[in-house]
């Protein structure tokens, strides 16, 4: 999967895409097919490159990125509703591991019954998954604050976007 996402990713950054579901889907293969945390280093970015063709408060806007050609003043709409989307499924997902990690409080590891390895295997493996989690949040958070930054002209038109 790796292999067939940096494919996509390479294709983005060398073609100049106009056609918004062309741009959409090579960009949504690049996310989607890094594992993780690559998936959420690639949109933070893209939201980054985004950022520049977008314009901002502190920056004026440019026609094309400079990484990803594929990000332009024609698909950056649509480019931008597929992150979001991305952000929000990432969201979902993590909304979910919260609520699992809530159900199974923390195990004492001072008790040194029988199952004292099973708790302690469990500790090390809840501590991995907060680990992890922190790990996709701040990241997640990072794409959603260049969002913030980003000044767009007129209205988003995402419905635009092929699907």
């Not at 806007?61 to 480019?79: F, G, L, P, R, V």
């Amino acid at each position: 999967m790796k292999v067939h996402g940096l494919w996509a990713q390479s294709n983005s950054k060398s073609l100049k895409l106009t056609h918004n579901g062309v741009a959409k889907a090579l960009t949504r293969l690049s996310v989607c097919l890094q594992p993780s945390p690559d998936d959420l280093i690639l949109l933070q970015t893209l939201s980054e490159e985004l950022v520049k063709v977008m314009g901002s408060d502190e920056e004026e806007a440019i026609e094309i990125s400079e990484i990803y050609y594929s990000i332009n003043s024609h698909t950056k709409n649509c480019i931008a509703g597929f992150l979001l989307q991305h952000v929000e499924t990432n969201l979902t997902d993590i909304e979910w591991i919260i609520s699992k990690l809530k159900l199974h409080p923390t195990i004492k590891t001072s008790d040194l019954s029988e199952e004292s390895i099973v708790k302690k295997h469990y500790e090390s493996s809840r501590l991995k998954s907060e680990a992890a989690l922190h790990t996709r949040l701040e990241a997640l958070v990072i794409t959603l604050s260049n969002f913030a930054q980003m000044s767009p002209s007129g209205k988003l038109q995402f419905s635009k976007c092929s699907r």
